[in-house]
């Protein structure tokens, strides 16, 4: 275990370019994500961690490190690439299978801690009309789907829905980036995770729609599966949490409206 002062982390995982001969497209959006990401996670007290076009066996490496350093309250970790259900892919174009990820925050340094997760990357090819119901078929509720690999405190917020693409574009993805434009404003810092969440998804899937020949029109609905025991309040500052049994972290900002973008999936 890791000594060195106890503060809340961020990890910001993204692969952009694929190792030649990988079959899988640029991401040239992933940088400005990172960059938008790393500065207002600093500013709300977080220390921030980046990592870019790593392999699959080394993302591993990676969050098994991680899930073994202090941590005051809240751990919150990015990963942003191409994808299906159930897992991303490195820059070897590996799968990295999220499963494993998430249980490497099931033992006895991140026991009492909140565990973020933001997933950015497709689970599927399916695209959103933007009808009323998300998949026709899937019987699983996206917030309650028990999966069992996460933990106990922990929530995983995906920028889609199971089976549908997610989308990015050159100057940032519409889920990364307006997670970032809310933080911005002093009201949504002081949310509860899971209401913070709900107004996330709420944002993409009303603000949000791709144009192009091929894509025009299409939506995107965020997906959040969560574990959390407790009410957890990792951007807040300290003073306004009411009593709330919950996590906290110092944040000063100011409010920005969210762009509209044209989009890629991916």
């Given at each position: 275990?890791?000594?060195?002062?106890?503060?809340?982390?961020?990890?910001?995982?993204?692969?952009?370019?694929?190792?030649?001969?990988?079959?899988?497209?640029?991401?040239?959006g992933a940088h400005k994500?990172?960059?938008?990401?790393?500065?207002?996670?600093?500013?709300?007290?977080?220390?921030?961690?980046?990592?870019?076009?790593?392999?699959?066996?080394?993302?591993?490496?990676?969050?098994?490190?991680?899930?073994?350093?202090?941590?005051?309250?809240?751990?919150?970790?990015?990963?942003?690439?191409?994808?299906?259900?159930?897992?991303?892919?490195?820059?070897?174009?590996?799968?990295?299978?999220?499963?494993?990820?998430?249980?490497?925050?099931?033992?006895?340094?991140?026991?009492?801690?909140?565990?973020?997760?933001?997933?950015?990357?497709?689970?599927?090819?399916?695209?959103?009309?933007?009808?009323?119901?998300?998949?026709?078929?899937?019987?699983?509720?996206?917030?309650?789907?028990?999966?069992?690999?996460?933990?106990?405190?922990?929530?995983?917020?995906?920028?889609?829905?199971?089976?549908?693409?997610?989308?990015?574009?050159?100057?940032?993805?519409?889920?990364?980036?307006?997670?970032?434009?809310?933080?911005?404003?002093?009201?949504?810092?002081?949310?509860?995770?899971?209401?913070?969440?709900?107004?996330?998804?709420?944002?993409?899937?009303?603000?949000?729609?791709?144009?192009?020949?091929?894509?025009?029109?299409?939506k995107e609905m965020p997906?959040?599966?969560?574990?959390?025991?407790?009410?957890?309040?990792?951007?807040?500052?300290?003073?306004?949490?009411?009593?709330?049994?919950?996590?906290?972290?110092?944040?000063?900002?100011?409010?920005?409206?969210?762009?509209?973008?044209?989009?890629?999936?991916?």
């Open positions: 275990m890791e000594h060195g002062g106890e503060c809340n982390r961020a990890l910001l995982v993204s692969v952009a370019e694929f190792d030649q001969g990988v079959s899988l497209g640029k991401r040239p994500d990172n960059k938008r990401l790393h500065r207002t996670l600093s500013k709300l007290g977080f220390k921030v961690h980046v990592h870019s076009d790593l392999s699959s066996e080394e993302i591993y490496e990676l969050f098994l490190k991680e899930s073994r350093c202090l941590v005051k309250d809240c751990f919150l970790a990015v990963l942003s690439s191409h994808g299906e259900e159930g897992c991303v892919f490195g820059a070897d174009g590996k799968p990295v299978l999220l499963s494993r990820i998430f249980r490497c925050f099931d033992n006895e340094y991140m026991e009492k801690k909140a565990k973020v997760f933001l997933i950015q990357a497709c689970r599927g090819h399916g695209l959103d009309d933007g009808v009323e119901v998300d998949s026709a078929g899937d019987s699983r509720a996206c917030g309650f789907f028990p999966d069992l690999s996460v933990p106990v405190d922990t929530a995983v917020m995906y920028a889609s829905a199971p089976g549908y693409a997610a989308f990015t574009n050159p100057v940032g993805s519409v889920f990364l980036q307006t997670f970032c434009t809310l933080l911005k404003e002093e009201g949504n810092r002081q949310l509860e995770l899971t209401r913070l969440m709900t107004r996330l998804s709420h944002t993409v899937a009303y603000s949000f729609q791709a144009k192009g020949h091929a894509l025009a029109g299409k997906c959040l599966l969560t574990r959390l025991t407790r009410e957890v309040f990792p951007f807040s500052e300290p003073e306004k949490d009411s009593g709330a049994a919950g996590l906290s972290a110092t944040a000063l900002l100011g409010p920005e409206a969210v762009r509209t973008r044209t989009p890629l999936i991916g």
